[in-house]
């Protein structure tokens, strides 16, 4: 009986796997291809022979490698700007939600969690004006504000969790020697809460890169698009072949996909931090 339920759980797991990783492999398959070769029947299962042209295409030599490049410049500094800014508000949010006395501070910390259940396209117009208004759409910063209004209840919430599973005896003893609020901030709780520091950054970091809907109304022109919003508009407009839309894919997802597998250990232990102390 255990066996059998062995080889079902192979078995779906085996499924979940092709089915999330297949498409992925296609992408990677067809960006080594030649254009005529990817269209060609029957299919191509390996990129042999391969080329590395679509990928000089879309990075130096090729019709629309300036959009590229660009994009890819545009979609790190947005996504690197939301991770800095947000893990310094979620860091000092979450530790005086979790150490600090005050009143309604259980209303309010909720209340921050509240907003995860909103959809974002229900922000999308307020969001907008607002940036118009302030002459911020079209810009970085504009991008990176809205970007960071969205992160920052996931981060915060992460943080409270991380500062929570740290015993605030060690604090105390700080205050014992001397020490003030900022300083035991700095020295003692920052340090041992760094995996929920980690798992914040990389997790906003994530939810930067993959932005569309927001970047796409924002945005004016290829100075602030990202990636995800310049990828849709060459499939749409076919300004270029099939298998250079594919490298294009394929540099979208390479940098994520990279931090996943390097850090996942990190995004784990700062997820579970605070479930058992």
Same mark, same amino acid.
């Given at each position: 009986?255990?066996?059998?339920?062995?080889?079902?759980?192979?078995?779906?797991?085996?499924?979940?796997?092709?089915?999330?990783?297949?498409?992925?492999?296609?992408? +990677?398959?067809?960006?080594?291809?030649?254009?005529?070769?990817?269209? @060609?029947?029957?299919?191509?299962?390996? %990129?042999?022979?391969?080329?590395?042209?679509?990928? =000089? #295409?879309?990075?130096?030599?090729?019709?629309?490698? @300036?959009?590229?490049?660009? @994009?890819?410049?545009?979609?790190?500094?947005?996504?690197?700007?939301?991770?800095?800014?947000?893990?310094?508000?979620?860091?000092?949010?979450?530790?005086? !939600?979790?150490?600090?006395? !005050?009143?309604?501070?259980?209303? /309010?910390?909720?209340?921050?969690?509240?907003?995860?259940? /909103?959809?974002?396209?229900?922000?999308?117009? $307020?969001?907008?004006? *607002?940036?118009?208004? $302030?002459?911020?759409?079209?810009?970085?910063?504009?991008?990176?504000?809205?970007?960071?209004?969205?992160?920052?209840?996931?981060? *915060?919430?992460? *943080?409270?969790?991380?500062?929570?599973?740290?015993?605030?005896?060690?604090?105390?003893?700080?205050?014992?020697?001397?020490?003030?609020?900022?300083? =035991?901030?700095?020295?003692?709780?920052? %340090?041992? $809460?760094?995996?929920?520091?980690?798992?914040?950054?990389?997790?906003? &970091?994530? !939810?930067?890169? @993959? #932005?569309? =809907? &927001?970047?796409?109304?924002?945005?004016?022109?290829?100075?602030?698009?990202?990636? =995800?919003?310049?990828?849709?508009?060459?499939?749409?407009?076919?300004?270029?072949?099939?298998?250079?839309?594919?490298?294009?894919?394929?540099? $979208?997802?390479?940098?994520?996909?990279?931090?996943?597998?390097?850090?996942?250990?990190?995004?784990?232990?700062?997820?579970?931090?605070?479930? +058992?102390?």
């Amino acid at each position: 009986m255990r066996r059998g339920s062995a080889w079902i759980r192979w078995i779906v797991i085996g499924v979940l796997l092709v089915w999330s990783l297949f498409p992925i492999y296609w992408a +990677v398959n067809t960006s080594f291809l030649t254009n005529g070769a990817a269209q @060609s029947a029957p299919a191509h299962w390996l %990129p042999v022979p391969g080329t590395l042209s679509n990928y =000089t #295409q879309a990075l130096g030599a090729g019709p629309v490698s @300036s959009q590229v490049v660009r @994009s890819l410049v545009n979609s790190t500094v947005e996504a690197v700007g939301t991770t800095a800014a947000t893990v310094v508000i979620a860091t000092l949010g979450g530790y005086a !939600f979790a150490r600090l006395k !005050f009143r309604f501070r259980r209303v /309010l910390f909720y209340t921050v969690l509240a907003t995860l259940a /909103l959809p974002g396209l229900a922000t999308l117009i $307020a969001l907008y004006k *607002m940036a118009s208004y $302030a002459h911020l759409d079209n810009t970085y910063l504009g991008i990176i504000l809205v970007y960071t209004s969205g992160a920052i209840p996931l981060g *915060m919430w992460i *943080m409270h969790n991380a500062f929570n599973a740290i015993p605030v005896t060690l604090e105390e003893a700080a205050w014992i020697d001397g020490a003030g609020r900022f300083r =035991t901030f700095r020295t003692i709780a920052l %340090p041992l $809460a760094r995996t929920g520091v980690a798992a914040a950054g990389i997790i906003t &970091f994530l !939810f930067s890169w @993959s #932005q569309f =809907t &927001f970047p796409l109304v924002l945005s004016n022109g290829i100075t602030t698009e990202p990636v =995800t919003v310049l990828l849709p508009a060459l499939v749409a407009t076919r300004q270029v072949a099939f298998t250079l839309e594919n490298s294009v894919a394929v540099l $979208a997802i390479l940098i994520p996909v990279a931090l996943v597998l390097v850090l996942n250990r990190w995004i784990v232990s700062g997820l579970l931090a605070g479930g +058992v102390k």
